[in-house]
């Protein structure tokens, strides 16, 4: 057998295989590493943002230097309720992180990356581009993203769609720091809320956000509403400079767990690792990838390219639970709350919750304490019993169910329920 050409390939140049190249640097700066894009350049058009209290001791090592924005705090204003959270948060654009990633590893010879390649087959330790080349490594890492195949494997989900506009202002942003959550903007297709992040005082993300139980998201729909809201705020002479978007599924049941690596594959031999969205390593209740990309990159960086997939394992075992838990909330969440009382459920969450169990929740790394917690003292009013006993039942007895309740009360009935 031929000795393989790279110790690493990663397929797919977004977030994870960034992450991975920046451990990878820090922990194994001599290894022979493959990212393989499909475009022009690394990264895609996000704005990424996560609580640092997401990055452990030893990740920030490699980490700490790349975030671009920091604030010390961020708000929510729901309703009547309004709370500052005294959290610390930080955004890195994508095309500051792709930078930094390749200036990272531009004295690395080792360290190649192909971009305008697309990668066709992904076997165990070797992959096949859209040229028909052939490339061997000793691990082949599957990072491409939530796409279309990840997209068909959600059997039953809710969505946080969310469409941003970058505005450059005339005159200074009203608000000094993130607002994460602000609802006082017309509630249509679910809980609707704007997120602002001021990267400086005239040059703000201003992003039409909301939990539904509906994929499509309209542009001009979305710019109605944050021109509606920036005129309530008083910010009237403005212009967009840039936008992005995204339809992030946000799973009820058992797809995509952390490290259900057999999810994600499109050749029927290919047994390589999945990382990243199509992974499953992202919390499925906030749509945030951060910290579980992180420990994926850690954990790939701290092994060997043969114990990483025994090491991953052990990973995915320590984050099934808490994937299962808030999945649950999901489901409450889609299934058994209105989406006109939906608001109820964050006000609650930031409302009991103190500032480490809100930072631990986002991190995946909440205690058993914080998750009774969210769910003491429930439910809020407006409740779909019947909706939400339907999502228990098998996928398909689930889509007819939606176009027909009746039907679904009767399989209800025959389930015993
Ligand atoms: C607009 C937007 C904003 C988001 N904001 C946040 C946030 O603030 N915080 C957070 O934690 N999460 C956020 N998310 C969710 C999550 O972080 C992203 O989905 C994240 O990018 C997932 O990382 P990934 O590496 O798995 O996939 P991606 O970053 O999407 O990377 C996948 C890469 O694979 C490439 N690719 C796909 N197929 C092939 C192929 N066949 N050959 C070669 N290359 C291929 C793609 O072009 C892409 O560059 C956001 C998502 C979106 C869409």
New binding site residues.
Partial sequence: MRPSQFDYIL???????GLIVLALKHYQPQSKVLV????ER?????????HPKDVSATASAWLESIVEYRWPSYQVRLKRFEKKIDVAYA?ISSEHFASMVMRSIESEEAFVVRTN????EIAKNEITTSKGEKVSGRLVLD?????PSSASLYSMCGYQK?W?FEIVLKSDWPFDGPIVMDDRVDQSDGFRFIYSLPFERRRVLVEDTRFSNESAIDRDECLAKVRMYLAAIGVDDWSIVRE???I?PMPISSELFPGSNGQCKTGENSQALC????GG??HAAT????PL?IAFAETVASSTPESAESELAKLAQMHRSRARFVRFLNRLLFRLVKPSTRYQIFRRFYDVLSNDSIARFYSHRFTWRDAFRIVVGWPPSGLQPIRFMGSFLPAAAHASARSNPKSATNSLKEMGI
């Fill in positions: 397929v797919g140049g977004g977030l994870q295989s393989v894009e499909r475009f690394l990264g895609g058009n996000h704005t990424w943002s996560f955004s390649t697309e990668v066709t990072c491409r993203g939530p796409g969310f941003g992005e978007h995204g992030l990382g990243g969205y199509v390593w992202f749509g945030y990838s951060f990309a």
